[in-house]
Each structure stands twice: as structure tokens, then as C-alpha cells.
């Protein structure tokens, strides 16, 4: 497929507004919290010792905020795309 097709099919004229971002917010606390107990196998790097992550390391924190950005950009893609956000 032609790249210039795929750039002509990206709606370039998206905002970033609060909305979006307390959705992205909500979104990486929410995987967080799932991450907290769902991985098994923890303190495997560095450990975060603030905001009561104890014993939760580097590379859980950024699979789970990984994770809280895809649930986040499907989350505004779903909501833009039934024109619910603006």
C-alpha cells in the first residue's frame, strides 16, 4: 500500500484538549492498578519506592503505563469516532 494513501487517511486536524488528556490520565492509573496485581513476577529492575509502589519496579511501570496508552488512544479513537469528543 502507498504511504501517501495511508497520510491522506489521517485526520490531522485532532486537538488535544483536557478532556483527552484526564482520559489518558485515567486510563494509566486504571492499568497501573491491574498491573499492581495481575504480574506475578515482580522486582525484576529498579524499584520504585514512592507513592506506595513498593516492590514495583521500572519495567512494570512502563508495561502497565504502555499498556494505559493503548487502552487510552482506543478509548479517544472509539469516543472521536461516534463524535462523542470533540
Known amino acids: ?15 488535544w484538549s483536557t478532556q483527552i488528556a484526564i482520559i489518558m490520565i485515567i486510563s ?12 506475578q513476577v515482580r522486582n525484576l529492575g529498579p524499584s520504585i519506592p514512592i507513592a506506595g509502589l513498593q516492590g514495583f519496579g521500572l519495567t512494570e511501570l512502563l508495561a502497565t ?4 496508552h493503548i ?4 478509548i479517544i479513537l472509539g469516543l472521536k469516532s461516534t463524535n462523542v469528543l470533540n
Open 1 to 15: 500500500m502507498n504511504i501517501n494513501i495511508l497520510v491522506a487517511l489521517v485526520n490531522s486536524n485532532t486537538m
Open 28 to 39: 494509566n492509573i486504571f492499568a497501573v492498578s491491574v498491573g499492581r496485581y495481575a504480574i
Open 65 to 68: 503505563t504502555s499498556l494505559g
Open 71 to 74: 487502552i487510552g488512544a482506543g
